[in-house]
């Protein structure tokens, strides 16, 4: 029988090397550590030279404090620390570093040397710059630096081959080690950051704004796409931006969320931030965000994983509130505000920017109100293009639908025309193929999907209709009878209160039959067979074990899907108008349920450019 083993302590070094193993698992984790010390130490300027994606050669250099020269062998050692000195330090961590292991743990695996100059109080570098190596028993020396701290980590497992297998090849090392430089930049853009891999700099970046460096970072697409958050709750803050559903991704590689400048992948963020988008984005797609959540250092408990990127909220519930509905209504508000900055952004000149003055009425043009209830007819001449002589079941569409019930009320819901000036979606011109509405507003030609556009009303109309409970029903005349599967007929049975709150009247009047006898007063003009068989399939595909406010969302989507108009639906142009006004009124109208955008603003700049007007 083999003999026991018997208990005895670790040698530092292997102690070293098993932290080593949880801090240190590739060159861009290193990086992270030394560039979090770094901006600890006050610095303004950072420069990484990298070689062989880091496996080879990191070398850090910054422009900040430094570290005293007899402090320097300290700074090796682990668990050796200037941030933290009691529990209650450590409760209120305010640093990016505060374990006192990072520097220990790295000298471990690889070859390490530190180099530095410290300054005074009165923040002149010392005298002199002092140097000290990675290894047992090494003594501080002198050395030539101007100011701030270097250091150096070569060959990154040199001495434990076996975990030196697990790295990727040097393109891939070093995207992480990149990746892992831009999160920390986007958090400190007053910081100037410089990359080289192989002695050829790949990335620069001057100290900027917040605006400035994400646009650096993330592109200036995103930030075209995206709308700004900067909400308060009492200690809590997120600022930052959201991007709009049209810029979604299909991975989840452009979401970055910060606590107190530290980046981190939080599952109660993720979550919070996904039902955020839930009416927004299809359910295969990705958002893009940036966004920094500030709060007490005492709320947030940041020592819960060996790499810092998770975190532990004190009031997990009340975080996760905030975020939600601080970036659900940043997605959620009405589109006159987005499409008066998309005019501004697009603005014509100012000799043709001016108001169009209102003509008076001419013979043949009707002189009817909008549905909207702004009581201004479009001042256009029709031009012809796909106009419709009358739709009279539309026309009692967008009367049932309408949110006001009066003119006077509709007439304060909508924002004040100053000085007869255009709202932000203008008015309608003409149809396109009897998909697009095309409109003119200050700024140039709007373009309107009229099919997405009408949905997300329908549906927004329809979640504030049953939240009230006042989803209105309306019986039909002659009860629309359909063939059904014996599926489709038990599922009516089945969830036959379901669909009462959803304002239908739903009843087998045979085995294989059904009958619509009433339907929502907002859907009166829709295809009642075509909406009984959509809600039915929907409750056979999830039934009612959902959770009640996503089951609910969904039924009433699929309802708005199937009530809005159609392509190929000839519209006039007073109901062309209606829907427009109520786009501008209607919360999240810049996109559709299932996450596509409804319209787009065309400037006169970018058609004099494709004309060649000018040159």
Same mark, same amino acid.
């Given at each position: 029988?083999?003999?026991?083993?018997?208990?005895?302590?670790?040698?530092?070094?292997?102690?070293?090397?098993? *932290?080593?193993?949880? /801090?240190?698992?590739?060159?861009?984790?290193?990086?992270?550590?030394? $560039?979090?010390?770094?901006?600890?130490?006050?610095?303004?300027?950072?420069?990484?030279?990298?070689? !062989?994606?880091?496996?080879?050669?990191?070398?850090?250099?910054?422009?900040?404090?430094?570290? &005293?020269?007899?402090?320097?062998?300290?700074?090796?050692?682990?668990?050796?620390?200037?941030?933290?000195?009691?529990?209650?330090?450590? !409760?209120?961590?305010?640093?990016?570093?505060?374990?006192?292991?990072?520097?220990?743990?790295?000298?471990?695996?690889?070859?390490?040397?530190?180099?530095?100059?410290?300054?005074?109080?009165? =923040?002149?570098?010392?005298?002199?710059?002092?140097?000290?190596? @990675?290894?047992?028993?090494?003594?501080?020396?002198?050395?030539?630096?101007?100011?701030?701290?270097?250091?150096?980590?070569?060959?990154?497992?040199?001495?434990?081959?076996?975990?030196?297998?697990?790295?990727?090849?040097?393109?891939? !090392?070093?995207?992480?080690?990149?990746?892992?430089?831009?999160?920390?930049?986007?958090?400190?853009?007053?910081?100037?950051?410089?990359?080289?891999?192989?002695?050829?700099?790949?990335?620069?970046?001057?100290?900027?704004?917040?605006?400035?460096?994400?646009?650096?970072?993330? @592109?200036?697409?995103?930030?075209?796409?995206?709308?700004?958050?900067? #909400?308060?709750? @009492?200690?809590?803050?997120?600022? @930052?931006?959201? &991007?709009?559903?049209?810029?979604?991704?299909?991975?989840?590689? #452009? +979401?970055?969320?910060?606590?107190?400048?530290?980046?981190?992948?939080?599952?109660?963020?993720?979550?919070?931030?996904?039902? %955020?988008?839930?009416?927004?984005?299809?359910?295969?797609?990705?958002?893009?965000?940036?966004?920094?959540?500030?709060?007490?250092?005492? %709320?947030?408990?940041?020592?819960?994983?060996?790499?810092?990127?998770?975190?532990?909220?004190?009031?997990?519930?009340?975080?996760?509130?905030?975020?939600?509905?601080? /970036?659900?209504?940043?997605?959620? =508000?009405?589109?006159?505000?987005?499409? &008066?900055?998309?005019?501004?952004?697009?603005?014509?000149?100012?000799?043709?920017?001016?108001?169009?003055?209102?003509?008076?009425?001419?013979?043949?043009?009707?002189? +009817?109100?909008?549905?909207?209830?702004?009581?201004?007819?479009?001042?256009?001449?029709?031009?012809?293009?796909?106009?419709?002589?009358?739709?009279?079941?539309?026309?009692?569409? /967008? *009367?049932?639908?309408?949110?006001?019930?009066?003119?006077? *009320? #509709?007439?304060?819901?909508?924002?004040?025309?100053?000085?007869?000036?255009?709202?932000?979606?203008?008015?309608?011109?003409?149809?396109?193929?009897?998909?697009?509405?095309?409109?003119?507003?200050?700024?140039? $030609?709007?373009? /309107?999907?009229?099919?997405?556009?009408?949905?997300?009303?329908?549906?927004?109309?329809?979640?504030?209709?049953?939240?009230?409970?006042?989803?209105?029903? +309306? #019986?039909?005349?002659?009860?629309?009878?359909?063939?059904?599967?014996?599926?489709?007929?038990?599922?009516?049975?089945?969830?036959?209160?379901?669909?009462?709150?959803?304002?239908?009247?739903?009843?087998?009047?045979?085995?294989?039959?059904?009958?619509?006898?009433?339907?929502?007063?907002?859907?009166?003009?829709?295809?009642?067979?075509?909406?009984?068989?959509? $809600?039915?399939?929907?409750?056979?595909?999830?039934?009612?074990?959902?959770?009640?406010?996503?089951?609910?969302?969904?039924?009433?989507?699929?309802?708005?899907?199937?009530?809005?108009?159609?392509?190929?639906?000839?519209?006039?142009?007073?109901?062309?108008?209606?829907?427009?006004?109520?786009?501008?009124?209607?919360?999240?109208?810049?996109?559709?349920?299932? =996450?596509?955008?409804?319209?787009?603003?065309?400037?006169?700049?970018?058609?004099?450019?494709?004309?060649?007007?000018?040159?």
């Amino acid at each position: 029988m083999p003999e026991t083993a018997r208990i005895h302590l670790l040698p530092d070094l292997l102690i070293s090397q098993i *932290a080593a193993g949880e /801090v240190v698992d590739r060159p861009a984790s290193v990086l992270k550590e030394l $560039l979090e010390n770094a901006l600890d130490a006050g610095s303004s300027s950072i420069q990484v030279q990298l070689e !062989e994606g880091g496996v080879k050669l990191i070398r850090v250099s910054d422009d900040g404090s430094g570290i &005293a020269a007899d402090e320097l062998p300290l700074a090796l050692v682990r668990h050796a620390t200037s941030k933290i000195s009691s529990l209650a330090d450590l !409760e209120r961590v305010g640093t990016l570093g505060f374990r006192g292991e990072a520097l220990a743990s790295v000298a471990a695996v690889a070859r390490v040397t530190l180099t530095t100059r410290a300054k005074g109080g009165d =923040g002149t570098a010392q005298p002199h710059a002092w140097r000290v190596a @990675g290894e047992s028993g090494a003594t501080p020396e002198p050395a030539a630096l101007a100011s701030g701290t270097v250091v150096e980590m070569r060959d990154l497992y040199y001495n434990t081959p076996a975990r030196r297998k697990f790295l990727k090849s040097e393109s891939t !090392e070093f995207a992480h080690c990149s990746e892992t430089l831009r999160r920390i930049a986007l958090a400190h853009p007053e910081v100037a950051f410089t990359l080289a891999h192989n002695g050829r700099v790949s990335l620069h970046l001057a100290r900027s704004d917040a605006r400035g460096r994400a646009g650096a970072i993330l @592109g200036e697409e995103f930030l075209a796409e995206s709308r700004g958050v900067d #909400a308060t709750a @009492g200690p809590l803050r997120l600022a @930052g931006y959201c &991007a709009l559903p049209a810029y979604s991704r299909a991975r989840g590689d #452009a +979401q970055y969320c910060y606590v107190n400048g530290r980046f981190v992948r939080d599952r109660l963020l993720a979550h919070a931030l996904r039902e %955020a988008y839930r009416d927004l984005l299809h359910g295969s797609r990705y958002p893009a965000y940036c966004l920094f959540l500030e709060l007490d250092p005492a %709320a947030v408990d940041v020592n819960v994983h060996p790499q810092k990127t998770e975190v532990r909220f004190r009031d997990s519930r009340a975080i996760h509130q905030f975020v939600f509905h601080a /970036v659900q209504r940043c997605l959620a =508000g009405p589109l006159a505000a987005t499409a &008066a900055a998309a005019a501004m952004a697009v603005a014509p000149p100012d000799d043709i920017a001016s108001p169009l003055p209102t003509p008076p009425a001419r013979a043949g043009v009707r002189d +009817q109100p909008f549905a909207g209830g702004s009581g201004r007819p479009p001042w256009q001449a029709s031009l012809g293009v796909s106009e419709a002589t009358r739709s009279g079941a539309y026309e009692a569409f /967008v *009367a049932a639908a309408r949110m006001p019930t009066t003119a006077s *009320a #509709a007439s304060e819901a909508l924002p004040p025309l100053v000085d007869g000036a255009t709202p932000p979606l203008g008015y309608a011109l003409a149809q396109l193929h009897g998909v697009y509405i095309l409109a003119q507003n200050a700024a140039g $030609l709007v373009v /309107v999907d009229m099919h997405a556009a009408h949905e997300r009303i329908l549906y927004e109309k329809l979640k504030h209709a049953f939240e009230q409970q006042n989803l209105a029903s +309306q #019986a039909l005349l002659i009860p629309a009878v359909f063939s059904a599967d014996e599926i489709d007929v038990a599922a009516a049975e089945e969830n036959a209160a379901a669909l009462q709150r959803l304002g239908f009247d739903l009843a087998p009047v045979g085995p294989r039959q059904l009958a619509v006898r009433s339907v929502p007063a907002l859907l009166l003009a829709a295809d009642p067979t075509a909406l009984a068989r959509s $809600l039915l399939h929907e409750l056979r595909e999830h039934g009612t074990t959902r959770p009640a406010t996503a089951q609910r969302n969904q039924l009433l989507a699929s309802m708005a899907c199937q009530g809005a108009v159609r392509a190929h639906r000839q519209l006039s142009l007073a109901e062309m108008n209606a829907l427009l006004r109520q786009m501008e009124e209607t919360e999240r109208a810049d996109h559709c349920n299932h =996450g596509r955008p409804t319209w787009m603003q065309l400037g006169m700049a970018d058609l004099d450019r494709h004309f060649l007007r000018g040159r």
